[in-house]
């Protein structure tokens, strides 16, 4: 027979076994812990660039939730075809990443002349049913002028020419269509892309950053921050 000072001792070891979630509630309380999932994101490079620009906003991206496994660098030769090679390459990368991550649709975020190939792959190339946020960064959306000073060697800069075919066909019709959610990020002092007015499109979320260059918008805290709203909604 145990001793009151016995019962005690094995009471209290008893205790912390009996307080202990079982396994499916230890589970649901992870769950309850863990972030909403959220869609994989592709980045989308600019004209003579790589996905090294996405430093920081990779970055960024990482500090507010996202794990490296849902980040993803689409990395192009940047002097070919929007329409004719460039969105097929995306669209066989994205279809990548959905088998890879299980997800159904991405979020699709591109800088400059990726806004070009992104937007023809949602318009054109299927995208529509398996993006879910499209994000473009100072995108040369309805041409620049700029463009004529490399157009007559390069088929990239023909193609963000103003009145390129590529220009007129992605302005034709419904500029942002489908479920999918747009939004733009424009500065009013671009030097690249002119007029600045080219980047907004109609039915985008079209936010102004002030006076910024055009490849400092990758690094801009503001349009980080913005971007990372958008994706949120």
Same mark, same amino acid.
């Given at each position: ?36 999932t959220r869609n994989p994101v592709v980045l989308v490079h600019g004209y003579n660039a790589d996905p090294g620009v996405w430093g920081s ?23 070919q075809s929007v329409n004719e090679v460039l969105s097929g390459r995306l669209a066989a990368y994205v279809d990548q990443v959905r088998q ?60 963000? =020419? #103003? ?5 007129? *066909?992605?302005?034709? +019709? $419904?500029?942002?269509?489908? /479920?999918?959610?747009? @939004? ?22 079209? =936010? #102004? ?5 055009? *490849?400092?918008?990758? +690094? $801009?805290?503001?349009?980080? /921050?913005?971007?990372? @709203?958008?994706?949120?909604?």
């Amino acid at each position: 027979m145990l001793t009151p000072r016995q019962r005690i001792l094995a009471f209290l070891t008893l205790c912390p076994a009996l307080l202990a979630p079982l396994p499916a509630q230890a589970a649901a309380h992870r769950a309850a812990d863990t972030p909403a999932t959220r869609n994989p994101v592709v980045l989308v490079h600019g004209y003579n660039a790589d996905p090294g620009v996405w430093g920081s906003l990779r970055e960024d991206l990482r500090a507010d939730g996202y794990a490296d496994s849902q980040l993803f660098s689409f990395g192009y030769d940047t002097h070919q075809s929007v329409n004719e090679v460039l969105s097929g390459r995306l669209a066989a990368y994205v279809d990548q990443v959905r088998q890879q991550t299980g997800a159904a649709r991405v979020d699709i975020v591109g800088h400059s002349f990726g806004s070009l190939v992104s937007r023809w792959y949602v318009k054109y190339g299927g995208g529509a049913a398996a993006v879910d946020h499209w994000v473009s960064l100072a995108g040369p959306n309805r041409g620049t002028s700029t463009a004529w000073a490399c157009a007559l060697w390069d088929q990239a800069c023909r193609d963000m =020419t #103003p009145g390129s075919y590529v220009v007129k *066909n992605l302005a034709a +019709g $419904d500029e942002t269509p489908g /479920a999918v959610k747009y @939004a733009t990020f424009w500065s009013e002092c671009d030097e690249v892309v002119n007029p600045d007015s080219s980047v907004p499109l109609s039915g985008a979320l079209n =936010t #102004p950053v002030g006076c910024l260059k055009h *490849n400092d918008l990758l +690094g $801009d805290d503001a349009t980080s /921050a913005g971007v990372r @709203a958008f994706l949120r909604g």
